[in-house]
């Protein structure tokens, strides 16, 4: 993962923004196509196009810390300061 800057300011917004950004521009060196959504009413999220669907990602924080999900299950998700968190995502897609 990319490094980021303080990250004690900003609000859950901006942050859930910056995590999905870092996210992508990781996912797009390992040579995905990505696309970010950033519809009014609904949480942003990442579509990672592999092989034909678009798998969704989504930053959310249950707890204290920020994880990337792309399901309901304990095993969809991962730490988003995890440096190996893009790997991970990209291995689920293919």
Known sequence: MRPIGNFRTGTDS?????H???LAL????????ITIDLPQRREPSLLMWEGGRPLRISAVKPDREWVFTWGHGREQRV???DAG???RIWRVAQ
């Open 85 to 87: 968190a893009a790997r």
């Open 20 to 22: 999905l950004v870092r």
């Open 79 to 81: 730490p988003a300061l």
């Open 14 to 18: 901006e942050h859930q923004l910056i």
């Open 26 to 33: 990781d996912l797009r060196e390992l040579g995905s196509a």
